[in-house]
């Protein structure tokens, strides 16, 4: 951690500051330039955030110098993590594609989407038994009824089951039925849901909010490991900008920012990047272009008439033409699907 | 509710759309401009934008009239809502000022504070017992502890308690303390955690989100009233936008739109709208000049030791000059504090 | 056009619209429904717009049902614009990469650069000769030296030049050394200058800004092509958001977004978009996965000395792996480089 | 300057860095902590960021200790400036109101809001004579008519002239007409239009950008101010971000932030801000209450037919209602009107 004085500060200032610091047992380093003088402490930085030294009389800020982050960070484990899945690898050469639809809504629309999905290349089913609504009186998801079928498409397609979780009262139930637990971007520093699913040993797959930075983005990993569970997926979805011709913007440039910074896997979501199905497939080539280790993707059987997100949801035959495409793309940049 | 048709679009697709729109029992005129044609729809908009319309082919988009929030908006309650508080009453002339630490620390620091701004003229008393932290290996609060602490400052000062829940499971334990419970601005999509509060009697003080459109924060206290609790309060702390000068940008303008749009209570926050103490008075000041029924100001006897916020909290001395400025501008818009 | 009164609007108020209508001309179709009485409109959009009928009393609003831009829109032109230029071709089949320095240093600098990038497979060389620099006491460019330069580059290596103009009264000399000029990104909204390139006939290349929605983006277009020069190419560079991780945050859906509302050529500045030579080649990778016509890449032979930009320079090495992979990718989305 | 070597950063590296530093003539202190190796640099700091160090292998960043505006800083005249503009003082005790039109579209338009905002208070008369639309099919505004009708209004009224310009070629001719000369929001970056009008002897009324950060902001005024032009006036006019239910989001803390930072006039905008009547007193008493040396407000006599900007004018008789509002306010803070 760096300390810079303000110009102009006062000796009986830097005295306070460094009486601070040494009731804090942090060691400082004094540089006196022409301009200002700076602090170089050593210390555990979380002691020295805590310490609230900004609000020092003289002080005009601190730099970091190290990551708030440890667990989720490439200093913890240089080498990126291949997460196991039964016969699945996130993180490994072959790109992992989940599909499905935004909410689960029928037996019948799961069991026909599922094997759609799952024959065009898919490997994890995705699909919302809890589903986090704008307003309360839209449809709020069909809950255990809907973990229920989403076993049964494990057991129909041997799919791998992704689904979300809202309320730390639910993680137990959901766990009971997800090969992934999911954290939607609105959740994603909801600490207490964090740190619950933290505890237990299902992989969890934590989307970006809207307005996370890359550093929350990593801290909101870091509750989950710091609790135990260290099988953690990142998901790119779209942030909230100025811009609202499409629902979001998908910031790509976080994929490879996020492989560089971490060792946890990193996903892709373009169907709410986009909120469009256009846009949909061209955005899930660029995702694989710039180098993310898979895909999620909102494929249903009749978008006009589905629970929600219809607009951004693929047909299934749209679906397996884009899945075409990716593979191409895939195999362009060294990568399977 | 309207929908506009793309330009060229064909008259099977247009069939199709009012095939879809008879069977959900939806009235539509339409309108054949020289440009588009244009369809007025009647019915509840709820039902139609489940429908997912802008799925069909032809369709361009989809034109709200009604707003998507009832027991929020003045179309239900034209007069402003007047909050009972014991003896206070929030959204009258008087201006409430709720000041206090970010976090609850001690016994000894809260009576301090406490005292200090009782004597000032708060008349509600803030401190966090649960506080969501960016990082796990952050202070997490005093917990029940905390709270214990905060039920003594009320006995001692004879002011209201406000304080933060983070967690569904601790609803009915902050309850049994708080006078009002706060919603942070990381939960304000937390759709559990708004049921869940929703469903208790204590007065819901929800603070906007860092991402959070007036549309969507509207909603967030539609969650809560739509659950049986109405006694809602809004809460202005500053939005996340590109400039990194302050911690986060504080949408004043937001007081007099939401004091249109709705009948509840709207307070400010400056404390975290600016992040830092110097420039905390002043917007206070123009918050209360912009029309907000009320403040919520962080107060520190020691910024530099707090566990939490210390750069952006205002020493006793400071927040009781500071109420004086107040005070005058309260006067200047027909208010008193 | 549509118009939609306020809930509860008077009869008055909704006959003063009318009035109004009648007197510019505008036929209207009234519709009333049970919740909202709309109006859709015939005429001009434009006529419309000036006719700042919102602030008339009982308006609630006015939802446009036209594009704003026509000569820039896909209804004007439906086939893909391809802007020959000498053997190049920009908005074919072909990716067209442009290559150089961010800023026109020297001869030497320019010859080996050019030499370089024209080796790899780039077709266009780019170079500064008047820099638009957040400080007046940065580099600021060598004016017309720099256009000499960047005129010996072509000469020598056959490249194409593009180089940028910030001033109404450079256009002249600037259009008789450069066979594309650029727009930068700070000038998106210069009026003036968009009119004087508008007037000439050398391809315009203009750089979305920071804060340019879609819409406004196509307009600026619009600006050009209204004077007469329908030449005109679009620029994705990076927009600005709250996450200041990388300098911008390339927007790389508004690739396919702008190649269906736009003929005219789309290319990604992953230079710019990230800002950190690192991301370079994985978003310029994406750009093509997403569908642009093409690239600008910084390129420079020794990024620690360059006048600007040296941190997102490659290195002219680098660039060359860069195009490899670049290729590969075109490939698989079916185009060359 | 501060260089913070990345962790695990090789000893040749560093000598690299050094050594380039040497070249420079920089001088700087290393500082060998237990967790990074830190260089505190002594020089001008512009020629540091000049030398591009943090393209050097083994730096992850430069940290600035200086601010990189000089003319437009506290340190360069602590005391805040009053500007004489005949018997008008800028940034003196007596809040100073500029009002007018959107737009110079008759004489007899003028005349009438001229007469009335004269009468309510005003000192300064606004309207463009030359617009910058984001059409190219909008009123462009009257031009060289335009400036002659605003120097008869000049004649009749008392109040001074503050107009637009928007090409450097249009300089002198505005000047010629103007007491205060300004720069709009999407100039805020039009380098050379500031270099021109910094070359002239106007005061220079500069319009913060949609995008524009405060350091910007002050970089912006440093290009008029180092061209010799030292009368610079800010304007806070509104912010772009996600939220769109206003026009803009006026960020209100730039007045305080900036009187800090700057000794230059703050002024506030309200009717940019927020690009609705209805909530412009609102925040032009907010504006003054938060501590801006004046008001810039868009006044017509008839918004319904506005050439633009009708929606967000105030009728005269409303203005001079609103001067009542704001007169109080700017008592209760210790100014006057």
Same mark, same amino acid.
């Given at each position: ?33 022409? &301009? +200002?003088?700076? @602090?170089?402490?050593?210390? *555990?930085?979380?002691?020295? %955030?805590?310490?609230? !030294?900004? /609000? ?98 494990? &057991? +129909?397609?041997? @799919?791998?089951?992704?689904? *979300?979780?809202?309320?730390? %009262?639910?993680?137990? !139930?959901? /766990? ?162």
């Amino acid at each position: 951690m760096i300390l810079i004085f303000r110009h102009g500060v006062q000796q009986p200032e830097i005295d306070a500051v460094l009486d601070r610091l040494g009731s804090l047992g942090v060691k400082a380093h004094v540089t006196r330039g022409a &301009e +200002r003088i700076v @602090l170089t402490l050593e210390g *555990e930085e979380d002691i020295l %955030r805590a310490a609230q !030294l900004e /609000a020092l009389a003289g002080v005009e800020r601190l730099v970091a110098t190290q990551k708030p982050y440890k667990l989720a960070s490439r200093d913890y484990r240089p080498e990126k993590t291949e997460l196991r899945l039964g016969r699945l690898k996130l993180g490994a050469k072959r790109i992992v594609v989940m599909a499905g639809p935004c909410s689960v809504e029928s037996r019948a629309q799961c069991f026909e989407i599922g094997d759609a999905v799952a024959k065009a290349g898919a490997t994890v089913f995705r699909g919302g038994a809890f589903k986090p609504r704008t307003s309360p009186y839209s449809f709020q998801g069909l809950g255990q009824e809907g973990l229920e079928i989403l076993a049964e498409v494990r &057991e +129909r397609t041997g @799919l791998l089951i992704i689904t *979300e979780v809202m309320d730390t %009262r639910d993680v137990e !139930l959901v /766990a009971r039925y997800a090969d992934i637990i999911q954290i939607g971007a609105r959740n994603v520093q909801n600490f207490s849901l964090l740190n619950e699913v933290g505890r237990g040993q299902v992989p969890v797959f934590v989307k970006r909010g809207m307005m996370t930075t890359i550093t929350e983005f990593l801290m909101s990993a870091e509750y989950v490991m710091s609790n135990g569970n260290e099988s953690v997926i990142l998901c790119e979805r779209g942030i909230r900008t100025f811009d609202t011709t499409l629902r979001n913007t998908l910031d790509l440039a976080a994929v490879p920012v996020l492989q560089s910074l971490t060792h946890l896997p990193v996903i892709v979501d373009p169907s709410h990047g986009v909120g469009d199905w256009r846009y949909v497939v061209p955005m899930a080539r660029a995702g694989v272009a710039a180098g993310a280790d898979g895909l999620m993707i909102e494929v249903h059987n009749s978008p006009a008439t589905a629970f929600s997100d219809g607009v951004q949801s693929l047909l299934p035959e749209r679906f397996a033409d884009g899945m075409g495409e990716i593979r191409k793309v895939a195999r362009a940049v060294g990568r399977t699907v």
